[in-house]
């Protein structure tokens, strides 16, 4: 078994414990997010996670995504190293009334979470016909 030291490893995990940073509570999962023509797509970090475990859910323009990262140790295994994350991962989005949240297309693919979110059809930006001319003035004469 190949062990490296780090000295920091340690007095990080003290730290954890000590200030409360456990995996007892929900932990923000990273994500990027961007515009790409009429699409919002947002991409959440869940490496190692089951894709039963995630929830996705809106309500009132609030987008919640929820999963959870079970220990891969069996029941009454000596674990020896625990560095990653096992817990409840969420994050909650404020989506604008400018998206359309009845078409949210999601996927999980290389532990990366995918949402694509369209622009709803009254908020995209469409071109006003003006009408002018002559028709619509009166000419004067002399």
């Given amino acids: 078994m190949l062990m490296r030291t780090d000295p920091f490893r340690e007095f990080d995990r ?3 414990q ?3 940073a456990t995996t ?3 932990t923000a999962m990273a994500m990027d997010a961007y515009r790409s023509g009429d699409d919002f797509l947002v991409h959440f970090d869940l490496p190692g996670i089951d894709p039963e475990t995630i929830e996705l859910d809106v309500e009132r323009n609030v987008l919640n995504v929820r999963a959870e990262r079970r220990s891969p140790a069996p029941e009454g295994a000596e674990v020896l190293v625990a ?3 096992t817990g409840t991962f969420t994050r909650q989005l404020f989506l604008g009334d400018t998206l359309d949240t009845e078409r949210i297309d999601a996927s999980y693919e290389a532990g990366v979470l995918t949402l694509r ?3 709803a059809e009254q908020a995209k930006p469409r071109r006003i016909q003006i009408s002018g ?3 619509g003035r009166k000419q004067l004469t002399d």
């Fill in 83 to 85: 560095e990653r994350l």
């Fill in 117 to 119: 979110i369209p622009v």
């Fill in 18 to 20: 000590v200030f409360g």
């Fill in 133 to 135: 001319g002559d028709s």
């Fill in 24 to 26: 007892d509570r929900p």
């Fill in 14 to 16: 003290l730290a954890q």
